[in-house]
């Protein structure tokens, strides 16, 4: 049973605000939607947005932010998909104030205001538009939730979109199906796919998703009569890599010259490897033409182990002895297969000029007896031990106050970091301006398999490689007190206060970290999988993270996000460390 709104007769009675409310409920329930009359969605959209609109443009900023602040508190926590655009009238009170961190960096102030001022643009955009011809705009606000991670609004976007996308025209639905195909890779929304099912079938060969993953939602066969030798080798490597040898005799059926088939699929040494993973000799040739590619220097043995990052041995360039010491901090839990390869791969560095802070976190294995073995054989390792179970991002926190480098950067319990890792790190961050260098890294499950991702890539940015100045924590704060994610809302944090440009990314794959079956990312309820799915629960905190950011912790407070993550069971309490 649909809600029936009769949009004409409330417009002109109710508030600009009490029109956000029930904007915002409306894209929370979007059958609500369907039962507008199509002449009035841009007049009942427009209100809302000329709302935020007037808000920016008033001359008495303070006065009306705190107005806003007031509007809040009555109309709840949760005002909408529209809270972004009401952030242009906050961050420009920010950049005025004589307490923001950005006060006396005109240019960096000026980017910043730049910015919100291309949403500003949106919003008149939207409210200039005709019945039937918003949809545009809101295709790119579209954009603009998801790059800022409000991950669960935009989902909700893309479904009101979808259910109004026969008034689109041609090219939106170009647009419209890109943003589906994101919407489904994140949630797998049941929805969304039976919204598609009843009503936009023909809706499913314009996607853009694998074969196999228009199989997995729609109950296709796609992958059986797919063509993957056709359009550059796209979906080859991710839709085969569970049986990498059919798609290597795809592509060698397909070329005369390997070469030319290596222009389309940069990662086919990867993808070989996968294939010949029973043969060690071949699998360390391939990867090596990887780590040639970033001259980096080669493995020269694999050694047969459990876990296959047990056994890598490298070939190792010159050591160097640089002025900026570089704390590494690292949390472990239950490691004890892993942690002794994890922690010589940093001891093996050619840039020596280490600490290495390791905090167990109160293992039931022998994790901690391990640590304390390599400890006692080099002064670099200082070992402590969580008072009680309290998380990594809580250690992060405590680690970092103990840190004495120039440079902080992390690395997990499972991890092995290519030799000239930190050497290469601490090289950006000593001749650039940025605060944060991030490296790439490769997933490998312990029998050598090598994971690719929807995006047919092997090689991912690594948020765990972030070597970050560390001045950068006295201004932007620690990690959220949360069992999931936080390191990436730091990654935000930075990004919203400095820039893109602070944050420097190298190609270079200088991490293998395992892909177990076990892990955060790989448990039912916090999965952040390759296939882009993100579980609800790390939806719902990157949505409320995002907003908190734009909006500020006087209408997003920390309490706030402390009761999502609690919802999950995801927050945990501080318990201290104890040096061992």
């Keep these: 049973m649909f809600h029936h709104i009769d949009v004409g007769m409330v417009m002109p009675q109710i508030s600009a605000a009490d029109t956000l409310h029930q904007l915002s409920i409306s894209l929370a329930c979007p059958e609500i939607i369907e039962a507008l009359p199509c002449q009035h969605l841009c007049e009942y959209l427009v209100n809302a947005v000329l709302f935020s609109f007037y808000l920016s443009l008033s001359e008495c900023m303070n006065a009306e932010y705190i107005n806003l602040v007031e509007r809040k508190k009555k109309l709840g926590t949760n005002i909408g998909a529209l809270d972004f655009l009401l952030s242009i009238h906050k961050e420009k009170v920010d950049l005025q104030h004589k307490n923001s961190p950005l006060k006396g960096n005109d240019n960096l102030i000026h980017k910043r205001i730049n910015e919100y001022d291309n949403v500003l643009e949106l919003s008149k955009n939207v409210s200039a538009q005709n019945s039937g011809n918003e949809f545009s705009y809101l295709l790119g606000y579209a954009d603009s939730l998801r790059k800022v991670g409000m991950l669960d609004t935009y989902i909700k976007i893309v479904c009101y979109l979808t259910i109004q996308s026969r008034y689109f025209k041609n090219g939106e639905r170009v647009k419209l199906f890109e943003h589906i195909s994101n919407a489904l890779r994140y949630s797998r929304s049941d929805f969304l796919i039976n919204l598609i099912f009843e009503r936009y079938i023909e809706y499913i060969n314009h996607l853009k998703l694998s074969p196999k993953q228009k ?124 942690i002794a390869y994890s922690l010589h791969s940093l001891l093996n560095q050619t840039y020596e000029n280490i600490e290495i802070l390791v905090c167990d976190d109160c293992s039931s294995d022998k994790s901690l007896e391990i640590i304390k073995s390599i400890a006692y054989s080099d002064s ?90 560390k001045d950068i924590f006295a201004t932007v704060g620690g990690y959220r007190q949360s069992l999931i994610g936080a390191d990436t809302e730091f990654y935000e944090t930075v990004i919203m206060r400095y820039g893109r440009e602070s944050i420097v990314r190298l190609l270079q794959p200088l991490i293998l970290g395992l892909w177990g079956d076990s892990g955060l990312t790989r448990n039912k309820g916090t999965e952040a999988l390759p296939d882009g799915y993100i579980s609800q629960s790390r939806r719902e905190y990157s949505d409320i993270a995002a907003r908190q950011r734009v909006l500020g912790k006087s209408i997003v407070s920390d309490k706030d996000v402390r009761g999502l993550l609690s919802r999950y069971g995801l927050f945990k309490d501080v318990s201290g460390i104890i040096e061992q």
């Design 380 to 469: 670099r390792v200082k070992v402590y031990s969580s008072r009680k179970n309290q998380g990594p991002y809580n250690i992060r926190n405590e680690l970092i106050k103990k840190a004495h480098g120039n440079f902080i950067t992390f690395q997990d319990a499972d991890d092995l970091s290519h030799p000239e890792r930190i050497q290469r790190q601490v090289e950006v961050l000593r001749n650039n301006k940025a605060v944060i260098c991030m490296a790439n890294w490769i997933r490998v499950a312990s029998n050598g398999k090598i994971q690719f991702f929807y995006d047919d890539k092997a090689t991912r940015m690594s948020v765990v490689s972030s070597m970050i100045k």
């Design 215 to 338: 199989d997995f939602y729609f109950c296709t066969k796609f992958s059986k009569f797919h063509d993957y030798t056709k359009n550059g080798y796209k979906y080859l490597a991710f839709d085969n890599q569970a049986d990498a040898g059919y798609g290597l005799t795809l592509l060698l059926n397909a070329n005369d010259d390997m070469q030319d088939s290596y222009n389309l699929l940069p990662e086919q040494e990867l993808f070989i490897c996968n294939a010949v993973i029973d043969n060690m000799n071949i699998y360390r040739s391939q990867f090596n033409k990887c780590l040639r590619k970033y001259d980096l220097s080669e493995i020269t043995d694999i050694y047969p182990n459990k876990i296959i990052l047990q056994g890598i041995k490298f070939d190792k360039k010159k050591n160097v002895y640089g002025k900026d010491l570089v704390s590494i901090i690292m949390s472990v839990f239950n490691s004890e297969d892993t």
